[in-house]
């Protein structure tokens, strides 16, 4: 099996089962739902490129072409997952609020009727800063081990 694609995927499901308890530690309840979303800490895309980049660095050197392409990657989706992602959950919450507002409005109009969508908008699309770090460091991390446990 390819051990960078291996780490990078344990990166990702790492980061991915970490947002149940921590999730836990700020609500007291249980989200299982939350291994499968998008959002929140820490951040699976940064975990598992930060996972892939890390051991490529050691594997192949800070100046091996794959290191490079592996950390150009690596910031696209950072920088993603903070900038254009986030924008789009932001826009999610405003059209989610607007349409409550308008079904508000048209209750008070007689004749007018507006269909509420039955279902919400995503708003949970990218990540804050601290959360891609999060994603960083973790990946880091298991980059690391990923390269250390790695039968020579």
């Known amino acids: 099996m390819n051990r960078s694609l291996m780490t990078a995927l344990i990166g990702i499901g790492t980061a ?3 947002k149940i308890p921590l999730e836990y530690i700020q609500t007291g309840e249980w989200h299982w739902e939350k291994f499968l979303e998008t959002g929140s800490m820490p951040s699976s895309h940064s975990a598992s490129c ?3 980049s890390t051991y490529v660095a050691f594997k192949k050197g800070l100046g091996s072409i794959e ?3 592996s950390s150009l990657l690596s910031l696209i989706v950072m920088y993603d997952a903070m900038g254009i992602r986030r ?3 932001e826009i999610a919450m405003a059209v989610n609020k607007l349409d409550l507002q308008v079904e508000r409005l048209s209750g008070e109009q007689p004749g007018v009727y507006h269909h509420i969508r039955h279902k919400k908008l995503n708003e949970m699309l990218g990540h804050l800063p601290r959360e891609v770090a ?6 880091a991390v298991i980059g690391t081990i990923s390269y250390l446990t790695e039968k020579k």
């Open 16 to 18: 991915q089962f970490l």
């Open 50 to 52: 930060s996972a892939l």
């Open 67 to 69: 290191f490079g392409i």
């Open 87 to 89: 924008q789009a959950g």
């Open 134 to 139: 999060g994603g960083a460091v973790l990946g």
